[in-house]
């Protein structure tokens, strides 16, 4: 899509803490603003991609995860409603 508008980024990183319901209310809020050029942008991880067991955030890593279905649904969703999802 080529327009005019500059690319609007929702970046959400994890601002959910863990919680999907969170994070789906933040997506369906984000999609309700009236803008033609919309994207959204997520960073999904596994704690043991970015941290040993024994660093001492690795139990907060563990409290923001979301299982993978969770993501397919929620990049699902994401895929329909913004220009572009990162």
């Known amino acids: ?3 005019n508008n500059p690319i609007l980024i929702f970046e959400c990183a994890n601002s959910h803490g863990g919680n999907i319901n969170l994070l789906q209310l933040t997506i369906a809020r984000f999609k309700a603003i009236e ?3 919309k ?3 997520f960073q999904p ?3 043991d991609s970015i941290a040993l067991p024994d660093f001492s955030w690795h139990e907060v890593y563990q409290e923001l995860l979301l299982q993978k279905n969770q993501w397919h649904v929620l990049l699902c969703d994401a895929a329909t409603s913004y220009d572009g999802v990162w």
Do not use: L, R
Request: charged share 10%; hydrophobic share 35%.
């Open 1 to 3: 899509m080529i327009t």
């Open 35 to 37: 803008y033609s050029n």
């Open 39 to 41: 994207h959204i942008k």
């Open 45 to 47: 991880f596994h704690p």
